[in-house]
């Protein structure tokens, strides 16, 4: 037996069952790969759900956390410390809209907070009701579940004590006939990621915002795994113009640390008062130096630049392939759309390959890869996903 069995087996008996077993078990990582607990190299192209902005075992990501939790690790929301606030205030400046933060621990708990915002702004304006999209995803907890549009994760734990409208996702006359004077709020996410990396229609998010501004209705952008950095931007939002009342981000905010954050125009972000929500560790000052290292990072190294270039790259290599019907998504945050259901044997391949990567739906496979890969681990992964695909679905009269 292999020391990767013997770990998956102890897994299964100490862990609970709600992620099944896990195929690899993972002891290290270096920039773009990570290497398991008997020796075998992956090239991570997935980077912990859009998380490892900077890859694994970055030196500013170090440096930040261990200088950081040999100075102080822990305040609580009882005191205030430096790099909260510094965090807070360079959120803002790439935001680009006067306003306030609140940060917290992940991303369900961003859209909680963004929930009670909502709630909030509804009892003072005499409205109940959320609208919220089909297929949308916004976290696993019961608040943050009743506004996610997928019902298989949802329904088992309804019913909901709010009233929750859903619409078809990128549709606007749908979104504008629902957004009526009962409705306080709408969230949205500018580019739907657990469904497969699936946009939002040019003008989408422009029609939402002049959709909920008509009817004084809050409009929250879920960008917890958009933001960034997924599209080549800070904000996915920013490429439309629009100014949200609020916005929600974790994911790669932490680079690997978890991190979450609600940034809220001014008039929003007043709704929340002395105790009506709060968190122990939100704010957490390794959190946030590792948060300002990542931001630092992706500034002086320019990757965004990196991410558009190799994701047109990328986009051009796997299009040329009879059996992907669309890369969809912006730079390297892709949904690999096929011609069959073939998404989970082929990543399952992958992995015997050396690659790491998602099958969200039965025929896309999602990759969220470091906003520092290189070309060459680019163009080792078409290969690598070409291999798999010949595997699995072959190609009739072979690959062009």
């Not at 990570?34 to 997935?46: E, F, K």
């Not at 704010?283 to 630049?305: K, Q």
């Not at 558009?308 to 796997?318: K, Q």
Request: glycine content about 12%.
């Amino acid at each position: 037996m292999t020391y990767s069995e013997q770990i998956k087996a102890r897994y299964a008996k100490a862990l609970m069952g709600n992620y099944g077993l896990p195929p690899v078990a993972i002891r290290e990582g270096s920039g773009s790969t990570v290497t398991d607990v008997d020796g075998n190299a992956y090239l991570d192209m997935i980077g912990g759900i859009a998380v490892s902005s900077l890859g694994h075992n970055h030196p500013a990501l170090v440096e930040a956390v261990s200088g950081q939790a040999a100075r102080l690790a822990h305040t609580s929301n009882l005191f205030l410390h430096e790099k909260e606030v510094e965090l807070a205030e360079k959120l803002l400046e790439l935001w680009g809209n006067p306003g306030r933060v609140f940060l917290c621990n992940s991303g369900t708990e961003a859209n909680e907070a963004a929930l009670k915002l909502a709630i909030l702004h509804g009892s003072a304006t005499g409205k109940g009701k959320i609208v919220a999209t089909e297929h949308g995803f916004h976290g696993r907890s019961l608040g943050a579940l009743s506004i996610t549009g997928k019902a298989a994760i949802r329904e088992p734990f309804g019913p909901f004590a709010r009233e929750v409208a859903f619409v078809p996702y990128g549709d606007a006359d749908a979104l504008k006939a629902a957004v009526d004077d009962t409705v306080a709020a709408v969230f949205l996410e500018p580019t739907q990621g657990e469904t497969g990396v699936v946009p939002a229609p040019a003008g989408y998010l422009k029609a939402a915002r002049e959709i909920t501004a008509a009817s004084n209705a809050l409009l929250i952008l879920d960008e917890i795994q958009s933001g960034f950095g997924r599209t080549g931007a800070w904000f996915a939002h920013h490429a439309e113009g629009v100014v949200p009342d609020a916005v929600t981000l974790a994911k790669g905010l932490g680079g690997g640390v978890p991190i979450g954050a609600v940034l809220a125009t001014e008039a929003t972000a007043a709704l929340l008062t002395p105790g009506t929500h709060g968190s122990t560790f939100g704010g957490n000052p390794i959190a946030c130096a590792a948060s300002l290292a990542v931001i630092d990072t992706i500034e002086r190294e320019h990757l965004f630049d990196n991410v558009l270039a190799l994701g047109a790259h990328l986009e051009a290599r796997l299009t040329a392939d009879p059996r992907v019907t669309e890369v969809r998504g912006q730079a390297l945050w892709r949904g690999i759309a096929l011609t069959e259901p073939v998404a989970a044997d082929a990543v399952a391949h992958l992995i015997g390959l050396g690659v790491l990567a998602n099958a969200p739906r039965p025929d896309t496979i999602r990759i969220a890869p470091p906003l520092t890969i290189s070309r060459s681990e680019i163009d080792l992964f078409c290969d690598q996903l070409l291999a798999a695909l010949d595997a699995v679905c072959p190609a009739p009269g072979g690959r062009p």
